[in-house]
């Protein structure tokens, strides 16, 4: 019933930039908490970085000072600014929508993207 859209990712070199955009669409009522994460080969899943309704964001300690997330509520789309990436930042990046269906019950839901292969590498 919500469906995620990522774009953005692709290869870069050490020192560059990328910017990852999420748009959800479907029965969506409204949108709580929005993030980024990600998933290296052989490694778990881990959080990049959220930002919830009110605009407060949380970022994991490795990319606090280089990556950037933002929302455009009125598109329901969720954005990462990457800068100054490095290798160990290499992963499928994944984004993560949740909040309330247009329903009776005005149920909770939780998406998931298809995932957006970063690589940085010279």
């Known amino acids: 019933q919500v469906q995620l859209v990522e774009s953005g990712g692709g290869l870069v070199q050490p020192g560059g930039s990328l910017r990852l955009s999420c748009a959800a669409s479907?029965?969506?009522?409204?949108?709580?908490?929005m993030g980024w994460y990600r998933q290296a080969p052989g490694k778990e899943r881990e959080l990049v970085a959220t930002?919830?309704?009110?605009?407060?964001?949380k970022y994991r300690d490795s990319v606090e000072d280089r990556f950037t997330i933002s929302r455009d509520n009125a598109k329901n789309t969720v954005y990462l600014q990457m800068n100054s990436l490095k290798a160990e930042d290499t992963a499928v990046y994944y984004c993560?929508?949740?909040?309330?269906?247009?329903?009776?019950?005005?149920?909770?839901?939780?998406?998931w993207g298809q995932g957006t292969q970063v690589t940085v590498s010279s």
């Open positions: 479907g029965s969506i009522f409204g949108i709580n908490a």
């Open positions: 930002i919830a309704d009110t605009g407060s964001t």
């Open positions: 993560n929508v949740q909040g309330r269906l247009i329903d009776v019950g005005l149920r909770t839901f939780e998406s």
